[in-house]
């Protein structure tokens, strides 16, 4: 099985775990965890294997973290190393709904690798843009 991990610092990546829920329906393959302020890398660590337990050596894993870089992304490659998963597990980091649900898409769709990573940047970078509002005199009052 593919899993999707969405991992990140405070409560984003239940969060937006809950919203796909909401969309698409449950899925067994979607598990997320985070890094809520005050706990440590250990205990984040500690945390993350019982989450992704259900992994096993035959699975593959997406991480979609949000900040490169960042403790929660980089510790969920260490415990996925540890975890001999590594070699199995695509990284991308800038943690958005847009991504999240382009992700399962590419899942649900069996397609490669390669096709996954080039779809997920793309829909994440078409999902940034600036909303313009063009309003008459009329409409500034309904506002």
Do not use: C
Request: net charge negative.
């Amino acid at each position: 099985m593919r899993y999707v991990l969405l991992v990140s610092h405070g409560t984003m990546a239940p969060g937006v775990h809950s919203v796909l829920r909401m969309l698409l329906g449950e899925r067994d393959n979607v598990l997320s965890y985070s890094m809520e302020d005050g706990v440590s890398a250990d205990a984040f660590m500690e945390g993350l294997k019982n989450v992704i337990a259900p992994i096993g050596e035959e699975d593959s894993v997406v991480v979609l973290g949000d900040i490169v870089g960042g403790s929660p992304l980089t510790n969920t490659l260490n415990v996925l190393t540890q975890k001999g998963l590594l070699a199995k597990t695509i990284a991308l980091g800038g943690l958005s709904l847009p991504m999240a649900i382009s992700t399962l898409m590419a899942v649900d769709d069996g397609v490669d690798d390669e096709a996954l990573v080039e779809n997920v940047i793309q829909e994440a970078r078409d999902g940034v843009r600036q909303v313009v509002l063009e309003l008459s005199d009329d409409e500034d009052e309904d506002l």
